[in-house]
């Protein structure tokens, strides 16, 4: 009996470190695109704001 519970526990774990990874790679791609430049051109993150390289569109951050 205790020897099904370890392996219940190493289930789980197994299963954050896969959310965790899905959590990863949804934050790279919230970087914003440019709507002056359109798909394509994404805005570069700065602390309090994101801005476009390219035309230099600024999208300021809400608080
Ligand atoms: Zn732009």
């Not at 709507?35 to 390219?54: A, M, N, Q, T, Y």
Request: one cysteine or more.
């Amino acid at each position: 009996m205790a020897d099904e519970g370890e392996k219940k526990s190493k289930k789980q774990a197994r299963k954050i470190h896969g959310y965790y990874e899905i959590k990863e790679s949804k934050l790279e791609r919230k970087r914003k695109n440019c709507p002056k430049c359109g798909p394509g051109v994404f805005l570069g993150e700065h602390s309090d704001r994101s801005s476009c390289g390219k035309c230099g569109y600024t999208e300021w951050k809400k608080k």
